[in-house]
């Protein structure tokens, strides 16, 4: 009888998966899983800082390209995660998110950006730019198409992101985290973390280095992370169900240019 | 002070010699121009003939706090003799050492024909004096150099104080005698390709024989870019009097390869004529060996190993 | 052969340092006999029985048969593409169309190499530029409207967009594949279904382009490709089920195409020639600006409809500009198309090497003055040395009518408004260029410039969601970002 190698559920951050600085895990789904700390979590957010530039830098057809390339290295992967879900219709919900924010990526300044015709001799125009660091706290279920309706878009228009993955059903975003690892996202764009939410979100919540939150996954008392938001003018985003561009706006800031038009 | 003429805060230039405009230079474009050149694949006896034209046009390089005589001593024999196991492979042009090793470089190159050049004014940073950076290179001069590199005082350029740069050049000229000289621009510190053409067509106008991209102790150093933006300007000044300027591009070329494209970006701006170390030169120091595997895997058709090459 | 004006043999380059030919193989291409049409999703035999060769412009060398499509054979495909639109293209959940996009714009990336090398021995390119500009564009159309095929009510707001049905799409020789893609990518993101006629002398990247629909799976009849000549075209404008036309290519054919439906009801977009201007002012970052005439002119050997033709440069810094650009002209390699080394490929066709020789020698005859630099051209093959042409004045034949070849003619102006008004003098207006420093011109510039595309700074740049097309008889109609799905659609 041939015993399996049994997998290692790690933390996903700057690329690498490393376990958690304080050494602990907790048994969910039949395994351990690291129990993040509130030093992963500085960690994570120090490595998405890091990352933030140059994934904002690239154009948005690479972009776009990326997230295409997740949505063939989840395809690839389609049974694995049907095990992990027990849904294969999950699965390609999850698939098919990747698809649809990936087109997203050249589109987002063309529907929300403008110019706009102001009454004097000057050009104006608005365009649409990643707001920077991400908070993203995943709903419990599903627990993988919930995340990536979450996940991609932030991602897509340049964002970088530290997600905190579902408390009780955990596994799915790891191996999430090992499908982004190999499909040219940059280390430190996307960071996961696994564990307890009541005492990650507070500290994800209260960062003064994170721009923006979304709090979808939050099942508890949803105002005192964001009085928590409060203290850096945090950007709380309370995105609906579904996907739309909109979703993706709300980690966009807006930026308006002026310039006199003459000779 | 030197007779030169006054230059208002905003700079003018002197109107003899006729220097072309300063104008600007367009980033996106010059790049896209030098990753294009990049990109010619040359035919094999012309590679030859670049790789053997490169070691002609090395000033190899030793600018350390550690350096010493002995130190010196074997990159003089190294620059005398590359190759000892292929004795057509030339000497470089010259060796370049700090001021104090002058003299020990100057005794083992002897009659060789290698030059011997060397930095001064307070290199790398310029932060001194005029009058003790002008009597550094009195010095040298006095000494012997055949060559002597100048920084420019990045600290005055980036201030807006153009005068200051070009009448320092003006001063360290003036007391070069016989040697030439290089006016080191430091690019890495200008910000700007617009700023980078400037400073080129000050130094130019300071009396410079050459003018180089860096002092190799920043980075970036050498670029393909910067290098086409400085051999544009001194075009420029070719057109417009007669005149011309060498260019060095220094620190940052290690490869062989690299050495060849800016040789094709010399070529296709400059043309042949300046395909002399009399008005190019690269500043290195580990290129020498790889340009001298490329060389020997040319004429053995086997790729090298560098255990077989000396390290000086 | 060359232009008479051309001297002989001498090389600028010493031999010292010639670049060597760096040619790519051609071995990648596996290239059929013969072509039949491909209708509903495989290739038949035309019912016209006629094939003629497809010429290699570099060696004159025939490359294959390929078929000519009659009336006949146009009507089999539209019935194809018909019967594949009503038969459930255009129900397909629109994120699943979008997949096949997506399948189409992977498969050119993995293929671009071989793609690159076909397109440049049909057509006469240089591989660098179908390696480094054409394919990249091809796939990046692809990919472009592969996301919008499931978003186009965020491209309307408070409409219902529906295909049209049946699109007949005709396109020219000048990037055949990436035209192609132009025509193809929005259409089928739309929803409708596809009959297109390549290029007469260039129709073999489209035909194997057949072969990633096959690799990506799309259903038969979805995009049908009818290879002839002129007549074939005709066919597939005026067939009464086609309820759309795309065309680009030359003025005069437009305006029989715009005669043809005429009354029909048919959609139609137009993307016709050019005549541009490129402007440079005397605080333009010179030796940046020349690069971008050189660019504007000599990339693809001026067959392109938004060739900056027209140099108008500010007098105060005409001499500077002038040496400076016949100093570039001399550093142009013409040659092999399949070198990587060369800049400026063969002509297309002995009928548009004709015709640039002919609008050369008016320029001559009328009075202005011609510089070619010294340039050694290959014995076989259609070939035109990089020409400028000085002291041009507005009403000369060669500043007033598209050339379509490596031919720049140049004018001089003293204030923008003159500039302006030169510029705009002309039934043309696909695109213009300008050279300046200062940001507020840039600004005025492109406010009274009357052209589609205005390049700031530099020239011949394309990207899939940026909008192209003209004014004035230089077509109407926009293809690229979002504006260019509306051609497709029918907005409820």
Not at chain 1, 63 to 71: C, K, T
Not at chain 2, 167 to 178: I, N, P, Q
Not at chain 3, 71 to 94: K, M, N, Y
Not at chain 3, 187 to 200: F, I, M, Q, R, S
């Amino acid at each position: 009888m041939r015993l399996p190698v049994k997998k290692t559920y790690k933390l996903y951050i700057g690329g690498s998966f490393p376990r958690s600085e304080s050494g602990r895990s907790y048994e969910v789904e039949g395994a351990n899983v690291a129990l993040a700390s509130r030093k992963d979590l500085r960690d994570a957010v120090r490595a998405a800082r890091e990352a933030f530039p140059k994934w904002a830098g690239m154009t948005a057809y690479n972009r776009g390209q990326v997230l295409y390339r997740v949505a063939e290295m989840m395809e690839g992967r389609r049974e694995q995660f049907a095990e992990l879900t027990g849904s294969e219709a999950e699965v390609n919900s999850a698939v098919d998110s990747w698809v649809w924010y990936a087109g997203w990526a050249d589109k987002l300044g063309q529907v929300l950006g403008s110019s706009n015709p102001v009454a004097g001799p000057y050009f104006n125009f608005t365009v649409p730019e990643p707001t920077g660091v991400v908070g993203v706290v995943a709903p419990e279920e599903p627990a993988l198409s919930g995340l990536v309706a979450r996940l991609a878009p932030a991602i897509v228009g340049g964002n970088a992101v530290v997600l905190i993955a579902s408390e009780h059903r955990p596994l799915a975003a790891v191996t999430l985290a090992e499908v982004l690892a190999t499909s040219d996202v940059p280390g430190g764009v996307v960071n996961v973390l696994t564990g307890r939410k009541a005492d990650l979100c507070p500290v994800l919540a209260g960062h003064m280095d994170v721009n923006a939150i979304d709090l979808a996954g939050v099942d508890g008392d949803r105002a005192e992370l964001e009085r928590l938001a409060a203290e850096n003018v945090k950007r709380v985003v309370r995105n609906g169900e579904g996907q739309s561009p909109w979703h993706a706006a709300a980690f966009l800031e807006l930026k308006t240019v002026w310039h006199p038009i003459g000779v | 002070m030197a007779q030169a003429p006054v230059l208002p805060r905003g700079f003018e230039l002197p109107l003899e010699p006729r220097l072309p405009r300063i104008g600007s230079v367009d980033q996106v474009a010059v790049e896209e121009r030098a990753a294009d050149l990049s990109r010619r694949s040359i035919k094999r006896e012309s590679k030859l003939f670049a790789l053997d034209l490169a070691v002609r046009m090395m000033d190899l390089t030793t600018l350390e706090g550690a350096d010493t005589p002995g130190k010196v001593a074997a990159l003089s024999s190294k620059a005398m003799r590359p190759d000892p196991s292929d004795l057509t492979v030339p000497p470089v042009a010259a060796v370049c050492v700090y001021p104090n090793l002058v003299p020990h470089a100057l005794e083992r190159v002897g009659d060789s024909g290698v030059k011997v050049a060397s930095v001064a004014t307070a290199f790398p940073s310029g932060q001194s004096p005029l009058e003790i950076k002008v009597e550094e290179a009195a010095l040298v001069a006095e000494v012997g150099a055949h060559e002597i590199d100048m920084v420019i005082d990045r600290g005055a350029f980036l201030s807006g104080n153009y005068a200051k740069v070009y009448d320092e050049v003006r001063r360290v000229k003036e007391v070069c005698g016989e040697a030439h000289l290089k006016v080191i621009l430091e690019t890495g510190e200008l910000g700007t390709y617009d700023n980078v053409r400037r400073a080129s067509l000050l130094a130019v106008a300071g009396g410079a024989d050459f003018i180089k991209t860096s002092t190799g102790k920043i980075q970036p150093a050498a670029t393909l870019p910067v290098t086409l933006v400085m051999l544009e300007a001194i075009r420029d000044v070719y057109e417009e009097t007669g005149r011309r300027v060498g260019m060095k591009p220094a620190g940052g070329i290690r490869y062989a390869k690299q050495a060849v494209q800016y040789l094709v970006l010399l070529n296709e701006t400059l043309g042949p004529e300046w395909l002399t170390p009399d008005l190019f030169r690269f500043g290195a120091s580990s290129l020498l060996n790889d340009i001298l595997l490329q060389i020997r895997k040319e004429k053995t058709g086997r790729y090298q190993s560098p255990d077989y090459f000396t390290l000086d | 052969m060359g232009s008479p004006a051309v001297k002989q043999d001498r090389s600028l380059v010493p031999s010292a340092f010639e670049y060597a030919p760096a040619p790519e193989s051609r071995d990648v291409v596996q290239l059929e006999k013969r072509y039949g049409l491909f209708i509903g999703g495989e290739f038949v035999e035309p019912r016209s029985g006629e094939f003629q060769p497809s010429i290699s412009p570099a060696t004159e060398e025939p490359l294959a048969d390929v078929a000519y499509a009659d009336a006949e054979d146009v009507a089999l495909a539209v019935t194809a593409a018909r019967e594949a639109f009503d038969d459930g293209w255009s129900d397909i959940a629109p994120a699943e169309r979008a997949k096949y996009l997506y399948r189409i714009a992977r498969i050119l990336q993995e293929r671009s190499r071989e793609f690159a090398v076909l397109e440049s021995l049909d057509g006469g390119k240089p591989i660098r530029e179908s390696r480094d500009v054409d394919l990249p564009l091809a796939a990046a159309h692809f990919f472009y409207y592969a996301g919008w095929a499931d978003k186009l009510e965020y491209a309307f707001p408070n409409r219902t967009p529906r295909p049209l049905g049946v699109a007949g799409q005709v396109i020219p020789w000048n990037f055949p594949l990436l035209m192609l893609s132009w025509k193809v990518a929005p259409a089928l993101a739309a929803g409708n279904t596809v009959v297109l006629k390549p290029a007469e002398t260039t129709p073999l990247t489209a035909l194997l382009f057949c072969d990633v629909l096959r690799q990506a799976e799309v259903p038969p009849g979805v995009v049908n490709i009818v290879t002839g000549d002129g007549r074939a075209g005709a066919e597939v404008v005026k067939h009464p089920d086609v309820d759309k036309v795309a065309f680009t290519g030359s003025t005069e054919v437009g305006k029989e195409i715009q005669r043809a439906v005429a009354g029909t009801g048919k959609k139609l977009t137009l993307e016709l020639g050019g005549k541009a201007a490129n402007i440079i002012f005397d605080d333009a970052p010179l030796d940046q600006a020349v690069e971008g005439i050189v660019n504007g002119i000599y990339f693809n050997q001026g067959h392109v409809c938004c060739a900056g033709s027209r140099l108008l440069v500010q007098e105060s810094i005409y001499e500077q500009v002038i040496a400076k650009l016949k100093r570039r002209m001399g550093t142009l390699r013409v040659g092999d198309p399949l070198d990587k080394n060369t800049d400026v490929g063969a002509i297309n066709s002995k009928a548009q090497l004709d015709r640039i020789t002919e609008l050369v020698a008016a320029g001559e005859e009328e009075g202005a003055e011609i510089f070619q630099p010294p340039c050694r051209l290959p014995e076989k093959g259609w070939w035109f040395a990089p020409t400028v042409f000085t002291n041009v004045a507005q009403s000369y034949r060669i500043a007033q009518e598209e050339i379509f070849g490596p031919v720049l003619s140049v004018l001089t102006f003293r204030t923008p408004d003159e500039a302006v008004e030169k510029a705009n003098n002309t039934p043309y207006g696909l695109s213009a260029g300008v050279w300046t420093e200062k940001g507020s011109r840039i600004l005025s510039m492109a406010q009274q410039l009357r052209a589609g595309v205005i390049w700031a700074n530099t020239y011949n740049r394309f990207d899939p969601g940026s909008p192209f097309g003209g004014y004035k008889e230089s077509g109407f109609g926009r293809e690229g970002g979002l504006h260019g799905l509306e051609p497709y659609m029918r907005l409820e």
